[in-house]
């Protein structure tokens, strides 16, 4: 492969260039070889310069993941003769790959695309570090609608789900569900085995619920203290009873001792279970507030229950 400098050919002009990080090169538009690669690129990737002879050694040693997108930016940005830049992944010579910038300034004489010159830069350590910083704002998204406690959707998650899918069956006229439950005497629960294992029994309550779900769709989440809701999209009354008695089932089931409660020697929760179709003008605060009503209801006669209630939109 020809091995000769950028434009103006002076050694000085060469020196400099290949004193750089950043790797230069240039390549001839009508025959699509490389004219000039400098040195820098052996001791980044491996390959040779006189390895990178046409347009081909620069498309094969890309990840295949970014080629057709780059080689097409690339080509439709050269054609116009618009400078531009990208970044993908260049493969190593023993098989690796490292980020790669490549910034491209087109030549153009009496109208026409001339050549490409440009500069390769290795941006391995900063795309480390925004893959890094993208981590760590996933992490602190999913924080901010967990609940620290329990691990499963807070109030600010929950709030977001019910105004979405209320929207969504205002506007399919299907039925939503609502489910609230209240863990009965808590207050007597932390008194009497203390708040360490009060925070268990809220964890091991907010898995047993969670294993209630009959549906990807049905959502799940803690309202505060001791009270958790269920939200169940496109649910009718008998499928949102079926729910609510597979909770109540499955609380039974993981007979957490309760000593202080008044109803039973283990640990229950009562139930407000409401379902609506909602109307353009219901909001979805007010379905809430219905079923906190039947939860009410539930606990004034006797806990350890459900109250069920289908509403008009």
């Known amino acids: ?12 002009y060469k020196t400099l260039l290949e004193s750089t990080k950043a790797i230069p090169w240039r390549i001839d538009w009508d025959t699509m070889t490389f004219t000039y690669v400098g040195p820098q690129i052996e001791a980044l990737l491996g390959w040779t310069p006189q390895s990178w002879v046409g347009i081909n050694d620069w498309v094969e040693r890309m990840h295949p993941d970014d080629r057709d997108y780059v080689v097409e930016f690339c080509v439709t940005q050269s054609q116009a003769g618009v400078d531009h830049e990208a970044d993908y992944r260049a493969l190593t010579k023993d098989g690796g790959y490292v980020w790669i910038r490549d910034v491209v300034h087109v030549i153009r004489k009496e109208g026409k695309v001339e050549a490409l010159v440009g500069f390769m830069f290795d941006i391995s350590e900063r795309k480390a570090t925004e893959e890094h910083l993208a981590k760590l704002q996933k992490q602190l998204e999913e924080f901010s609608f967990s609940d ?11 709030d977001q789900v019910l105004e979405r899918e ?10 939503i569900s609502l489910i609230l439950a209240d863990i009965d005497y808590f207050k007597q629960y932390n008194d009497c085995y203390g708040h360490m294992k009060g925070d268990d029994c809220l964890k ?39 729910v609510a008695n597979k909770c109540q089932h499955l609380i039974r089931q993981a007979q957490i001792p309760h000593e202080r409660s008044q109803v039973s020697t283990w640990l229950t929760v009562s139930l407000g279970v409401g379902t609506i179709v909602p109307g353009q003008q219901t909001h979805a605060l007010s379905f809430v507030e219905k079923v906190d009503e ?3 209801l539930a606990k004034h006669n006797g806990r350890k229950r459900a109250e069920y209630g289908q509403f008009g939109g």
């Open 294 to 296: 039947l939860l009410y």
């Open 1 to 12: 492969m020809p091995n000769f400098p950028l434009e103006p050919e002076s050694d000085v």
């Open 148 to 158: 620290g406690l329990t691990g499963i959707a807070n109030r600010r998650m929950l």
């Open 204 to 242: 091991r309550v907010a898995q047993t619920l969670s294993l209630a779900a009959n549906r990807p769709l049905d959502f799940i989440a803690r309202m505060g203290g001791e009270e958790f809701v269920w939200v169940l999209p496109e649910t009718d009354a008998a499928s949102a009873r079926e």
């Open 166 to 175: 209320w929207a969504q069956a205002q506007r399919s006229q299907k039925p």
